[in-house]
């Protein structure tokens, strides 16, 4: 599979921002990790990681004409960007909403996903194995 992963604002930070919340591997590790995982698994995987909610649209726009399979973390923009959520909704690509942090014990502006209802579903609180488990499922589901 042809796996696009797309991490959105300060997700860059990983390993120094709040590690009591999201631990202290950093993106760079975690990319390598999953970059490994995928091959072992003969796939393919192309990471996107932007600060700015334009650049993770175009992103996945352009995934329409490659990708099998989209595992997002749009960082803050999950609560309330409807452009992403209507990017999502655009394409034919299926997506995985990926936290690192269980966001339903944390701040109730947390609690609400824009862009969880345009996605198969949702990963949250497993920390960075999430981004494997979104994996997995897309996996699993071409197996069978
Ligand atoms: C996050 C949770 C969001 O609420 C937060 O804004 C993030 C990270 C997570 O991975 O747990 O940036 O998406």
Redesign the pocket.
């Known amino acids: 599979m042809r796996f696009l992963v797309i991490n959105?604002?300060?997700?860059n930070l990983l390993g120094e921002?709040e590690p009591g919340?999201?631990g202290s591997e950093s993106y760079a590790s975690l990319c390598s990790r999953l970059e490994a995982f995928a091959a072992s698994q003969g796939s393919e995987v192309t990471f996107v990681q932007s600060n700015h909610e334009g650049a993770l649209i175009d992103a996945i726009h352009e995934a329409r004409t490659w990708a099998d399979a989209i595992i997002i973390?749009?960082?803050?923009?999950?609560?309330y960007s409807y452009a992403l959520r209507d990017a999502l909704a655009s394409v034919r690509v299926p997506a995985v909403e990926?936290?690192?942090?269980?966001?339903h014990t944390?701040?109730a502006?947390?609690h609400v996903s824009v862009t969880a209802p345009v996605c198969v579903g949702q990963i949250?609180?497993l920390g960075l194995y999430?981004y494997e488990a979104a994996m997995r499922f897309f996996l699993g589901r071409e197996a069978s």
């Open positions: 959105g604002p300060n997700l921002r919340i999201y973390n749009p960082g803050a923009f999950t609560h990926v936290h690192i942090s269980n966001v944390r701040e502006f947390r949250c609180g999430g």
